[in-house]
């Protein structure tokens, strides 16, 4: 598991608006499932630009790939920033 204090940082507040984004989805399909069927847009918006790269690729198929690997990666990044910049503050090489 990493460690660095600076990424998880840099990372809470991706996690937090995935977690907003999923609530929101999930009260939408409760609530009033007749007119959800942009409930997903949020989560949609947090992958970008991987589920449109997804979509280019092949249609449907794609934009799960380009979806979920999109959530992945850009978890990873935000985290990988903020390692570079506890890095950069300690003086080590990014």
Do not use: K, Q
């Not at 949020?42 to 198929?61: D, H, M, R, T």
């Not at 790939?65 to 506890?86: D, K, M, P, T």
């Amino acid at each position: 598991m990493p460690t660095s204090r600076l990424g998880w940082l840099a990372t809470a507040p991706y996690f937090a608006a995935l977690f907003v984004a999923v609530a929101y989805l999930l009260f939408r399909v409760a609530v009033a499932p007749a007119a959800s069927e942009l409930a997903a847009v949020p989560l949609v918006v947090l992958a970008l630009p991987w589920s449109i790269l997804g979509i280019s690729i092949e249609e449907s198929i794609g934009l799960w790939v380009g979806f979920i690997g999109g959530l992945i990666l850009n978890a990873a990044l935000c985290y990988r920033v903020g390692l570079s910049a506890e890095r950069r503050r300690r003086g080590e090489p990014a």
